[in-house]
């Protein structure tokens, strides 16, 4: 057993809200600290691991990036979490510091609870629990409602007399943390900034410090030593499914859904982002995200989406043994997926990467035939 305990942060943090770029940054500027990741994604397609893999930091090589695929971290902690945990522990040269980013559907608290587990507790601390939030995005009320206006429809309409999935992540990522992370500041006035913070901190019934961010560039000792202990504060931070669960029922993610399309070359890159924007709004889509072919190109092109805001970037070239292709994983609310309409988004997407002009297919219709 070590001498001292190993420090690990967990980022955290709704979809897009900037949680791989903001580790990119903090690797980049480690200070010589050797640091290990755990990269868990919602999807079948590892594209956050993919990017920090990519980014050729000397501190932290492809062998310190461990990646979970199979589902929401705060789910298989058993089978996946604990054991990457022993895995990184078991090394002749252990991590100086082990940094987490979870799913942007996780719940921290049962992730952070974990640490109590006896193959962790007596060798790993919880640092801290950091939590992203794209601030332009909560300006415009994307992830976040003004709890009036929805007893007003609810009101009036009984079909929306329930829990809104994405208020519930939103609240439970932030009840869980020990800094907040208000990132994409640049894209916000200063007092649209400020309702932000005010916003964030009425989500809590704890003072957490909160700092703001352009482009996820933060100082690491800002974000590594806030040596909170977390793991003996998280029982008293629960989240909104402990409260419904309290009998000891399972919760799952049924609210979301996710897929993979593949597509081949593009034909026209800016058409190509500009008839995603239109995808995106037609179907409501809440995270796309991967790699593209771009042709005469040695380089793979990854696409983020939140929202109709989309941003692109090349950021390695294609591997020898690699075969280029276009793949997205889509994200979206459960109801919002059915069969017909995935396999309509993925036609659309192979559509948009072979040229062929169009409009967005339209949502499907929920009136009574």
């Not at 793991?231 to 989240?239: K, N, V």
């Amino acid at each position: 057993m070590p001498a001292q305990k190993i420090p690990a942060t967990v980022i955290t943090g709704f979809l897009g809200a900037g949680k791989t770029t903001l580790i990119r940054n903090l690797l980049e500027n480690a200070g010589g600290r050797k640091i290990a990741l755990i990269i868990n994604e919602f999807g079948d397609l590892g594209v956050d691991g993919g990017i920090l893999k990519g980014c050729g930091i000397e501190t932290c090589g492809e062998d310190d990036v461990v990646e979970l695929n199979n589902g929401c971290i705060c789910c298989t902690v058993a089978d996946d979490f604990i054991p990457a945990m022993e895995k990184l522990l078991r090394r002749e040269t252990p991590p100086d510091h082990i940094v987490i980013e979870t799913s942007g559907l996780a719940l921290p608290q049962p992730l952070v609870a974990a640490f109590n587990w006896p193959q962790v507790k007596t060798q790993v601390t919880v640092d801290g629990v950091v939590t992203v939030i794209d601030a332009a995005a909560v300006a415009a009320g994307r992830f976040a409602e003004d709890e009036a206006k929805v007893a007003a429809q609810r009101a009036a309409d009984e079909s929306l007399d329930h829990d809104n999935p994405l208020e519930e992540l939103f609240e439970d990522q932030i009840r869980a943390a020990d800094l907040v992370v208000l990132n994409k500041a640049d894209l916000i006035d200063r007092d649209t900034l400020e309702k932000v913070r005010k916003e964030t901190a009425a989500a809590t019934d704890r003072t957490v410090k909160t700092v703001a961010a352009e482009n996820g560039k933060l100082p690491a000792d800002v974000l590594l030593g806030i040596a909170a202990g977390t793991e003996a504060l998280i029982s008293g931070r629960r989240s909104h499914h402990e409260i419904e669960h309290e009998g000891g029922a399972e919760h799952d993610h049924d609210e979301f859904e996710s897929f993979v399309a593949a597509a081949g070359p593009l034909a026209d890159q800016k058409a190509f982002v500009e008839g995603l924007k239109a995808l995106i709004g037609a179907h409501d889509i809440l995270r796309l995200k991967g790699f593209a072919d771009v042709p005469g190109k040695p380089m793979r092109l990854v696409v983020q989406a939140v929202g109709q805001r989309i941003e692109t970037y090349f950021d390695r070239p294609w591997g020898k043994d690699e075969t280029r292709a276009t793949k997205l994983v889509v994200i979206g609310l459960h109801d919002g997926l059915d069969q017909a309409t995935t396999a309509a988004i993925a036609g659309r997407i192979e559509a948009l990467a072979a040229g062929e002009a169009g409009e967005a297919p339209a949502m499907p219709s929920t009136a009574a035939e």
